[in-house]
C-alpha cells in the first residue's frame, strides 16, 4: 500500500476534534499555513 493511501484510511478514522492538529501538520508541511479557512 502506497503512503498516499494510508494516509487517507488514516485520515477517515481520525475524530473532529483531533483533526484541527493533522490540518496544521498538513499546512505546515505544504506552505498553506497562510491561507484563511473558507469553512468557518
Known amino acids: 500500500m ?3 493511501k494510508k ?8 475524530d473532529d476534534e483531533k483533526m484541527i492538529y ?3 501538520i498538513l499546512e505546515n508541511l505544504t ?3 497562510d491561507i484563511p479557512n473558507n469553512e468557518q
Open 7 to 14: 494516509a487517507v484510511q488514516l485520515l477517515n478514522i481520525i
Open 2 to 4: 502506497g503512503n498516499r
Open 31 to 33: 506552505g498553506f499555513a
Open 22 to 24: 493533522v490540518v496544521g
